[in-house]
């Protein structure tokens, strides 16, 4: 199974970056304007439990639709999501985001993202060519947004 992590360090404090991090509407602004993200359904606190149901554009025309569910849930600590079995375009996918002061004014958000294509070895194919590229660019712009809306 695939394992990428992402690593950045933000100049704001940990109370400023986990209360960005700690609602849904942060995933859209984190998201790739080009996947045109959007809520179905209503957008509940963040809390362990809670579902997401999310549809985006691939391609900018392929709507997807996935199910997310906050499966561990650690204020000022961490969140980790996964898709909700059978809803979405993965065989599975969990994604880890940590957050650690490592100064007064300097957090660091380690993103740890685990997912499998279904399909097996075309699944692996098409990770190899297009997913694990899209999956990086997603995450290059996700730190980049971030570091823009909290950074000093």
Known sequence: ????QFII???????KVWAFH??????????PPEKHAKLIGEGTPMCKGAVYKIQVKQFNFIPIQLWSEIIEYSPLEGFKDSQVKGHGPFKSWVHSHQFA????NVTRITDTVQYELPMGLIGKLVNRIF???DIKNMFRYRHQMTMN???A
């Open 1 to 4: 199974m695939p394992e990428m």
């Open 9 to 15: 360090d933000i100049p704001a404090d940990l109370d």
């Open 22 to 31: 700690n609602t849904i509407d942060s995933l859209f602004i984190l998201t």
């Open 101 to 104: 002061a490592i100064s007064p």
């Open 131 to 133: 997913v694990a590229r």
């Open 149 to 151: 809306k909290l950074g």
